[in-house]
């Protein structure tokens, strides 16, 4: 699976961000998994093969599972760092090929004259679900009512067409680093507003592996 070059980035960013500080973790063996709400919608769509503009859309609906693993902190700053899973139950993806990428009769005649295959390669919405039980969420204090994100899940997500077109797959590999600014909304809530880089791949099983980097706005719901 190749990754895109800001992906590995922030990955790096985020893991900086993970090491604690040695001797400063307390552990926290009894602390309640949180239930979150949260929503997505891309503000730009990009191939993550050759990095070619997708017109369209990727938008989700999810229900965020955090668990606090431990407490330290980094640069003088209290830290708490917690396991993070997602569940996606709705998806929607708008996509097409990019002009260059349709087959012709000069680069693919089979493709070209079948038009079943070539409506795979057609701008069209496609429905699908995903869950994300690998990740961790890194939070850190601004001040008393702002606070920092940065959190990473990785998974898989399946849909009713293949995404994003042409031969790629229905089922694909996931991976989302992002950040967020959290701030409270009342004594038992709070939102979290923040971008996430959302990478879509199947690793290369399928017969072509054009992949999808999708540029999301989050907002993310939380009660206490």
């Known amino acids: 699976m190749r990754i895109d070059p800001r992906l590995r980035v922030i990955l790096m960013l985020l893991a900086t961000a993970l090491l604690p500080t040695p001797g400063a973790a307390q552990w926290l063996r009894r602390a309640p998994v949180q239930v979150d709400f949260a929503f997505s919608d891309a503000v730009a769509l990009r191939t993550a093969s050759h990095n070619e503009a997708v017109k369209g859309d990727l938008r989700a609906l999810s229900v965020q599972f955090t668990r606090a693993a431990f407490r330290t902190t980094w640069r003088g700053q209290p830290l708490t760092v917690s396991w993070l899973g997602e569940a996606l139950p709705a998806m929607l993806v708008k996509?097409?090929?990019?002009?260059?990428?349709?087959?012709?009769?000069?680069?693919?005649?089979?493709?070209?004259?079948?038009?079943?295959?070539?409506?795979?390669?057609?701008?069209?919405?496609?429905?699908?679900?995903?869950?994300?039980?690998?990740?961790?969420?890194?939070?850190?204090?601004?001040?008393?009512?702002?606070?920092?994100?940065?959190?990473?899940?990785?998974?898989?997500?399946?849909?009713?067409?293949?995404?994003?077109?042409?031969?790629?797959?229905?089922?694909n590999f996931t991976v989302a680093p992002g950040?967020?600014?959290?701030?409270?909304?009342?004594?038992?809530?709070?939102?979290?507003?923040?971008?996430?880089?959302?990478?879509?791949?199947?690793?290369?099983?399928?017969?072509?592996?054009?992949?999808?980097?999708?540029?999301?706005?989050?907002?993310r719901l939380r009660s206490r």
Do not use: C
């Open 95 to 171: 996509a097409g090929a990019p002009a260059n990428r349709v087959p012709t009769l000069q680069s693919s005649r089979e493709e070209a004259l079948d038009p079943v295959r070539m409506a795979r390669y057609a701008t069209r919405d496609v429905y699908g679900f995903g869950v994300s039980p690998f990740g961790a969420e890194v939070e850190i204090p601004l001040s008393p009512r702002v606070h920092v994100l940065l959190n990473t899940t990785a998974g898989g997500a399946w849909f009713n067409k293949v995404v994003p077109y042409g031969r790629a797959t229905q089922a």
């Open 179 to 219: 950040a967020a600014l959290q701030i409270p909304l009342s004594k038992s809530r709070a939102l979290a507003v923040g971008y996430a880089l959302h990478h879509l791949s199947n690793a290369s099983f399928g017969d072509a592996n054009p992949g999808l980097n999708s540029h999301l706005i989050t907002v």
